[in-house]
């Protein structure tokens, strides 16, 4: 009779400046889209927990928020929740970007972590955009700078490597409770999720400002099961008038596009069809405002 293998669970963090790839790493190991994707800077606004369950391992991935001086409320919040992450998990993992070359922030995130007890992995990721001789190097200027337990470099697009990440990390788990069911794989409401799924396309679809300063909050979710349906009604917040012209774009057109994709992906997420109804509302300096912050789901009372 075979023994039981003895279960390993832990937190683990993922931090680093913005773009590096943190998001795109939490979607390939849960394997479906429960953190947004962009590539402007501060796509993360909110702690996204990702849940990765195997026969004998459960670790929890915390993605933060890419970790940059903040200039309003907003960005206040977003450092401190990246921050607080740091607290009570099994390891940290700061991920860079291959091919950029360390920076103030890269520093800055290395800095923060000098007091920490526990172990830190360099990632390197993005290592499919560059050349193997390049990497090297690369190690070697983070190595100087920190002592790190691991060094890993990866690719979360392609994959490479990110096996390997796995199997290292468990070796730093302890023995543990297995926190969610195996088939869970965020702790986040699935309301949360369908918000970020609209920010996100307003990301991929807009320029300049209008990112950094648009929220969404959905008002209504509703089944209809007679119809095998789910009807939405969203709203994607603003902070100027003149803003507000842009999301609709031409005749609607480009509010129309912005529900085409989201409408995708939502009806991926929950296996149903989906019926998305967007408004856009103009709620001025909402970043600065902290009962806005709260009103959108930035809320800080659970760290």
């Keep these: 009779m075979q023994e039981n293998k003895e ?37 993360t606004r909110n702690k996204v927990q990702g849940v990765y369950t195997t026969e004998d391992t459960q670790m929890i991935f915390i993605d933060t928020p890419g970790i940059h001086k903040p200039k309003h409320k907003l960005g206040e919040f977003m450092l401190k929740v990246s921050k607080n992450a740091l607290r009570e998990v099994e390891a940290i993992m700061f991920m860079v970007n291959a091919t950029q070359k360390m ?31 390049e990497l090297l190097s690369i190690i070697d200027a983070y190595k100087a700078e920190f002592d790190f337990a691991e060094i890993i470099p990866i690719s979360a697009l392609q994959g490479n490597n990110v096996d390997k ?24 409401p699935e309301r949360f999720i369908i918000a970020e799924l609209i920010r996100e396309k307003v990301l991929h679809l807009t320029r300049d400002e209008i990112p950094h300063s648009v929220a969404v909050e959905i008002e209504k979710i509703a089944k209809d099961e007679n119809k095998d349906l789910v009807r939405i009604n969203a709203s994607i917040i603003i902070e100027r008038d ?7 774009g031409k ?48 809320r800080d009372d659970e760290y």
């Design 165 to 188: 990440l796995l199997e290292t990390l468990k070796k730093y788990l302890p023995a543990g409770p297995q926190y969610y069911p195996a088939d869970q794989v965020t702790d986040h």
């Design 251 to 298: 005749r609607g057109a480009l509010l129309k596009e912005i529900g085409t994709r989201a409408r995708h992906d939502i009806e991926t997420l929950l296996g149903s069809k989906v019926y998305l109804e967007l408004w856009v509302k103009v709620q001025k300096d909402w970043r600065d405002r902290a009962s806005q912050l709260r009103d959108y789901g930035y």
């Design 7 to 43: 279960f390993k669970s832990g937190f683990v963090t993922i931090v680093g400046r913005p773009n590096v790839g943190k998001s795109t790493f939490l979607n390939r190991v849960i394997g479906q889209k429960i953190a947004i994707m962009s590539d402007k800077p501060q796509t």
């Design 242 to 248: 003149s803003q507000k012209g842009i999301i609709i």
């Design 103 to 133: 920076g103030a922030g890269d520093r800055f995130v290395m800095e923060m972590l000098k007091g920490t007890k526990t172990p830190v992995f360099l990632i390197v990721n993005k290592i499919d955009a560059v050349h193997p001789d």
